[in-house]
C-alpha cells in the first residue's frame, strides 16, 4: 500500500481519477459480488424478529463462534483453560477471560482459524481509535457480509444506497500535495463515489468541496463525523449553497448535540450515526426514530462495570465485544477501550434491537496546520508502522508537533523519518516535527487514552483565527 501511494502521489490528476476508479472496480466486486443481496435480504428479515427470536438466533451463532475458537484458532488453544474450552463448547461467554488489544497487536495470525486457506483474504492495518496499531483479517464472504449489513441498517434506514452517488470523507489518500490549488477530490466512476479529502479543508476551498458535490450529482454523504461537521461550518459561516442531499451517514467520530445541529443546517438533512469499530466487531446505527441499536446479528456486545459484571441500563461501563460475522479471525470479548450505557426504553420504531444511550469519549482532538487547515484523524499516522505500539499526537504550536511514540525493540531510525515524512505530508515542510520515544503514553484522569491532543489554547486559537480558523478545538 505504501508503494501504490507513492506511485498514485506522482501521477497527473486525470490519471489518479482512473487508478481510483480502477481500485473502485476491485473493491465494487469484493463489496457487492455474489451473495450481497441475499444478505441484505437476511438482516432486513431479522429486523423483525421478538426479542426470544433475536435470543435464541444469537445464541446458536454464539456457540458456533466459540467452539471453532476453542478447537481451532491457536490463541484461544493455548490461553485458555480446560474449563474455559467446555464454557466456551457451551456457549457460556461469560465465563470466557476478557482480550485485550495487545496480544492481537502483537500477534494477528494466531488469532486465524487453522482449518480455512481463504482463496482470497483481506488485511487491514489500522491504527484503531486507540493508536495502536492493529492486523485484522477478513475473508471476501465477511467483507461483503459487512456491507450488507450496512445497506440494510445505515444507509437503509437513512432512506439512502450505495446504489445512489455519493461522497466520501475517509483516511485515504486522496490529494498527495498538502499544497494543492484543487481539486480537493477524485472521484470512483464505478460506485459514483467522490472521494474527499479531509486535509485540504479550510476557508477558501470548501467553495470547491461544495461544487464537487454539485457536478457529480452527490445523493448522500458518508464518513468520518468530524470531517463532515468542520465542512458544515465553512458552508454556514460562508452562506454557500449545498444541492438536495438525502442524509449524512457519519462514521468514526461521536456525534455531539452541537455538531449534529450544525450538519443538519448546513445540508438540509438528516444525520444519522454508526458506531462500529475498526476491527468490524461491532455495529450499530441510528433508526429513522433517531435511537442507537445495536445489531445483534453482528455480534454479542457487553457494558461491563470494573469487576466485571454486567452494568444496568443508563449505568456507563466498558464496551466489550464478541464478533458474530468473523469466524475466521474470531475476536472473543474483546475490550473496545469505549464506555457506553444501555437505554432500557423501547423504540418507536417497534425493533426488539438494543438500543446504547450514548457512547462517550470517542471524540479525538482536531490538528490545526500553520495555514489554518483544520484536520482530523491524525492517528493514521501510525497505520503500518508496525514498530509503533502506541503513538500520540501533541500539537505544542501552530507550528510544532511532538509526535510520542512507545516503540517496540525494532523501532529505529527509519521509523523516525517515516512519521516525519507524513506528518509534513500532511501539514506542510515548514512544520516542526519532534518524534519523542516514550516507555508509555500518559492516559488522562479518567484513564482514557487520547490519541491527539492540542495544547494550541487561547493563544493558538487567537493565532488560528487570524489565520481563517473559527476555532481550535471541537471541546
Ligand atoms: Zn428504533
Redo the contacts with the bound molecule.
Keep these: 500500500m505504501k508503494r501504490l501511494n507513492t506511485i498514485y502521489a506522482r501521477l497527473p490528476v486525470w490519471a489518479q481519477h482512473g487508478a481510483i476508479t480502477a481500485y473502485g472496480l476491485y473493491w465494487n466486486r469484493l463489496r457487492f459480488g455474489a451473495g450481497f443481496e441475499d444478505y441484505v435480504a437476511g438482516f432486513k428479515e431479522r429486523e423483525q424478529f421478538s426479542a426470544e427470536e433475536w435470543q435464541g438466533w444469537q445464541q446458536e451463532k454464539l456457540r458456533d463462534v466459540l467452539r471453532i475458537a476453542a478447537t481451532r484458532v491457536p490463541f484461544y488453544e493455548r490461553t485458555w483453560s480446560e474449563a474455559e474450552k467446555r464454557a466456551a463448547q457451551a456457549g457460556r461467554l461469560s465465563e470466557l477471560p476478557l482480550l485485550e488489544k495487545d496480544p492481537l497487536r502483537r500477534d494477528p495470525e494466531s488469532f486465524l482459524r487453522r482449518d480455512i486457506k481463504p482463496r482470497q483474504r483481506l488485511v487491514s492495518h489500522t491504527s484503531g481509535s486507540t493508536g495502536t496499531p492493529i492486523a485484522s483479517y477478513r475473508t471476501a464472504e465477511e467483507v461483503r457480509l459487512s456491507m450488507a449489513l450496512r445497506e440494510a441498517r445505515m444507509t437503509g434506514w437513512a432512506g439512502v444506497s450505495f446504489k445512489m452517488a455519493r461522497a466520501t470523507f475517509s483516511g485515504r489518500m486522496v490529494e498527495p500535495n498538502p499544497n494543492s490549488a484543487g481539486p480537493y477530490y477524485r472521484f470512483n466512476y464505478v460506485e459514483r463515489q467522490a472521494y474527499l479529502s479531509p486535509f485540504h479543508l479550510r476557508p477558501d476551498t470548501v467553495a470547491s468541496y461544495v461544487e464537487a458535490l454539485a457536478k457529480h450529482d452527490v445523493q448522500w454523504l458518508h464518513g468520518y463525523a468530524v470531517s463532515y461537521y468542520l465542512l458544515a461550518k465553512l458552508i454556514l459561516e460562508q452562506g454557500l449553497t449545498v444541492p438536495p442531499l438525502r442524509a449524512v451517514c457519519t462514521t468514526s467520530e461521536k456525534v455531539t448535540p452541537e455538531m449534529r445541529s450544525v450538519m443538519e443546517r448546513a445540508y438540509g438533512c438528516r444525520v444519522h450515526e454508526e458506531y462500529s469499530t475498526v476491527e468490524n466487531v461491532l455495529f450499530a446505527s441510528e ?3 433517531g ?1 442507537l ?1 445495536v445489531s445483534p446479528d453482528a455480534a454479542v456486545v457487553e457494558i461491563l462495570r470494573e469487576d466485571g459484571s454486567p452494568c444496568e441500563a443508563d449505568e456507563p461501563g466498558e464496551v466489550v465485544a464478541t464478533g458474530l460475522m468473523r469466524d475466521y479471525q474470531p475476536l472473543i470479548r474483546y475490550r473496545l477501550g469505549d464506555v457506553a450505557a444501555w437505554d432500557g426504553r423501547e ?5 426488539k434491537m438494543p ?1 446504547l444511550k450514548e457512547v462517550l469519549g470517542r471524540i479525538e482532538d482536531v490538528v490545526i496546520a500553520p495555514d489554518g487547515r483544520r484536520m482530523v484523524r491524525f492517528h493514521g499516522i501510525f497505520a503500518e508502522q508496525p514498530n509503533v505500539r502506541e503513538g500520540q499526537i501533541v500539537q505544542e504550536a501552530l507550528n510544532r508537533i511532538r509526535v510520542r511514540v512507545a516503540p517496540t525493540k525494532d523501532f529505529g531510525a527509519a521509523d523516525v523519518h517515516d512519521i516525519e515524512k507524513r506528518m509534513q505530508a500532511r501539514l506542510g515542510s515548514q512544520v516542526e516535527i519532534i518524534v519523542e520515544s516514550v516507555e508509555r503514553i500518559p492516559r488522562t484522569a479518567a484513564g482514557k487514552f487520547q490519541a491527539v491532543v492540542s495544547l494550541l489554547h487561547d493563544a493558538g486559537v487567537k493565532e488560528a483565527e487570524r489565520t481563517g480558523v473559527a476555532d481550535s478545538q471541537l471541546n
Aim: hydrophobic share 20%.
Design positions: 433508526c429513522e426514530s435511537r441499536h423504540c418507536a420504531c417497534g425493533r438500543v
